[in-house]
């Protein structure tokens, strides 16, 4: 697989859900695995993406954080100093100091840097507000020509225009809507383009993830740009999400963007979770983040995953979602979280290192969550029976009636016919006297999902 950071990844894109999950369960036999040290970057670029993360200029004054930032990520983005407060604070001044000290900070490391973003409705200088309605279009080019011009070579991506519509697939009102109308976002993309022909140009938005009403009405408009002309290459998809609600449509949602001929990143990705954090939130969290990995990765004109700063010290969550947090792969002291391990193993990566198996005792109790015609959920809780730590476990059953896996989260199967093995993954291993995880999955059944007789439960 070839790194093309500026565009589609060029890899057998494995889009039917059963050839993924193939995939998964066979990925130990397929693939060498990655070096336990690698980084999220490196990861990323063996399997053809690059992974990133925004920063922002406060935090390089941190040398633990700077050196996690410079070490551990293939791409930056700017989080805030390329946005027009900062840029063009009054009219025709422009001022790139900030966001030239990450740009140059991203060059000095090797890493590829997004562009965020010429027109938005928020971070806007007041002044932009009071330009009459028949200067704002020529307003809004001279700053998108000047920002283009300046980072020319320097960025790969840029977002051209950030969340323009509503959560009903309306046009929000902004300035640039009141005033231009509807075709402000196809002149902002044209005039990005004459200013660099060669940097890649997305519409970025939340809440575009899945299949809906947005997502709809961002794809109908990049639909139409290509049948225009319109030149416009990616969507980005922010992903700012919530504990246990990645969209069960990611991947579909992605893959029908790059039928239209566009890339996709994922640009802003968080979690968030109600505070504080457990245990049992911190497995949830890991295999969300996986899911967002593993949607990516299966489509080939994904290119990218950015989170949206590393460190739960960073990040934006807390100040603007009170009692909510911990949404990133670091915690508050630069420590990997589980989800730092899943994101890893999701990239082919070990998953962090084994623990060491212990002494202890387990139990697993399985519990068939949902079913359908033809299809199931599961999931099984695996808890520590001793009075000392567990170091990993493994579960093992017999499938009734011919049922299988067809995709499995927090955890690694291997499976002989009807005989199913599962360990944990290098995130969920280690246990503390009493403590309990769970993993789950997603079967196929010719009859109802039975819950197996024989379930059990032993170190690896
Ligand atoms: O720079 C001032 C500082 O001088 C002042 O002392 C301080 C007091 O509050 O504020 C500082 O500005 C803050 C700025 O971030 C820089 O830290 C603003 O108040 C604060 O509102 C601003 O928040 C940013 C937010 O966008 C604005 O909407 C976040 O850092 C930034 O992470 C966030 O990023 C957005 C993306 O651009 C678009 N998608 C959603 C994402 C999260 O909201």
């Known amino acids: 697989m070839e790194r093309t950071p500026h565009s589609g990844r060029r890899t057998v894109g494995l889009t039917a859900g059963f050839a993924a999950a193939a995939a998964v369960l066979c990925a130990g036999a397929l693939t060498a695995p990655a070096h336990a040290d690698s980084t999220l970057g490196q990861l990323a670029a063996a399997k053809g993406l690059y992974f990133g993360s925004a920063t922002d200029n406060p935090h390089l004054s941190d040398t633990a954080y ?3 930032l410079s070490s551990e990520f293939g791409q930056l983005t700017v989080g805030n100093t390329m946005k027009w407060q900062y840029t063009e604070p009054s009219q025709g001044r422009f001022d790139y100091e900030q966001a030239d000290a990450i740009v140059a900070l991203a060059e000095a490391n090797g890493q590829t840097v997004r562009g965020h973003t010429l027109v938005w409705h928020n971070q806007l ?15 809004m080019r001279d700053h998108i020509t000047d920002e283009v011009t300046h980072f020319r070579n320097r960025v790969v991506h840029w977002d051209v225009v950030n969340e323009a519509f509503e959560e009903d697939g309306s046009r929000r009102q902004t300035v640039f809507q009141q005033k231009i109308g509807n075709g402000y976002i196809a002149e902002a993309f044209k005039a990005a383009r004459a200013a660099d022909p060669n940097v890649k140009l997305y519409y970025n938005d939340y809440n575009i993830e899945g299949v809906g009403p947005k997502s709809d009405a961002v794809y109908e408009m990049v639909k139409s740009f290509k049948q225009q002309g319109v030149p416009i290459d990616g969507v980005g998809m922010q992903a700012h999400l919530i504990l246990g609600q990645v969209p069960a449509t990611m991947q579909r949602n992605i893959q029908r963007f790059a039928d239209l001929g566009v890339d996709v990143a994922v640009t802003e990705l968080d979690i968030r979770m109600d505070l504080p954090r457990t245990e049992a939130k911190d497995t949830q ?49 630069y420590a990997k979280k589980p989800a730092y391990h899943a994101i890893a193993a999701a990239l082919g990566g070990t998953g962090g290192p084994s623990p060491t ?34 170091g990993g476990w493994a579960v093992t059953w017999t499938f009734p009636d ?17 005989s199913v093995r599962v360990r944990n993954a290098g995130y969920n291993g280690a246990l503390g006297a009493g403590a309990s995880t769970s993993f789950g999955f997603l079967g196929s059944s010719a009859g109802a999902g039975r819950v197996p007789s024989d379930i059990a439960c032993d170190r690896p």
């Open 66 to 68: 700077k050196q996690i």
């Open 125 to 139: 200088p007041d002044w932009v507000a009071a330009v009459p309605a028949d200067r704002l279009p020529g307003v």
């Open 285 to 333: 969290q890991a295999g969300d983040y996986s899911a967002v990995v593993k949607a990516c990765l299966a489509v080939s004109r994904c290119v990218g995953i950015t989170v949206w700063d590393f460190s739960d010290r960073q990040s934006w969550v807390p100040s603007v979602f009170p009692g909510q947090g911990a949404a990133l792969p670091y915690d508050e002291n």
């Open 357 to 390: 198996p212990g002494t202890g005792t387990c139990s697993a109790s399985y519990r068939v969550t949902s079913q359908w015609q033809g299809g199931f959920t599961a999931e099984v809780t695996v808890r520590n029976t001793s009075s000392g730590p567990l």
């Open 402 to 418: 011919g049922q299988r896996i067809a995709n499995l989260w927090n955890g690694e199967a291997t499976t002989t016919g009807s």
